[in-house]
């Protein structure tokens, strides 16, 4: 795993590469529990029987949440340890090119993208790829934007 400590050590990996992480199986319990948590109840996703004579062959993770394992993810993979705080600023972009099958296993390829420096600290752009194993195309393209202001 890498860490920064300091936004100095930031700084120097920008456009690099960070890291792939462990592969994370996504279970029917997950999806049912992301399905309640936004209120996003559509038959693909949650419909176990209805979803096998789908477009897919059964269920599906809904897109955001393959977007939302992003941080556990990452988690493994890299950790800002700067001083001050660590602010989400947003998504500059997010594509899901291939449906998540429920029962397949997805990790993140995490590089760092863009560092500008703000006034009050820096402006940290990460690029997220998110694996499904044997697919050919990814189920997630992200980048995100943190904000990492010191004390």
Not at 34 to 49: L, P, R
Not at 112 to 119: C, D, F, I, N
Not at 133 to 142: D, I, S
Request: proline letters at 6%; charged letters at 20%.
């Amino acid at each position: 795993m890498r860490v920064f400590n300091t936004l100095d050590e930031v700084s120097a990996a920008a456009g690099r590469e960070i890291g792939t992480s462990d592969w994370v199986v996504i279970t029917q319990e997950a999806v049912d529990q992301f399905a309640d948590a936004t209120d996003d109840h559509q038959w693909i996703h949650v419909d176990v029987e209805r979803a096998k004579s789908g477009p897919f062959g059964g269920t599906i993770a809904h897109g955001y949440m393959t977007l939302a394992l992003i941080p556990g993810l990452s988690n493994k993979v890299m950790a800002f340890k700067t001083p001050g705080a660590r602010l989400n600023y947003g998504v500059n972009k997010a594509r899901f090119p291939t449906p998540v099958p429920v029962g397949s296993r997805v990790r993140a390829n995490v590089g760092l993208g863009e560092v500008t420096e703000l006034p009050k600290g820096l402006q940290v752009t990460l690029r997220y790829v998110i694996e499904i194993e044997g697919a050919e195309k990814p189920a997630c393209v992200a980048e995100t934007v943190v904000l990492l202001l010191p004390e």
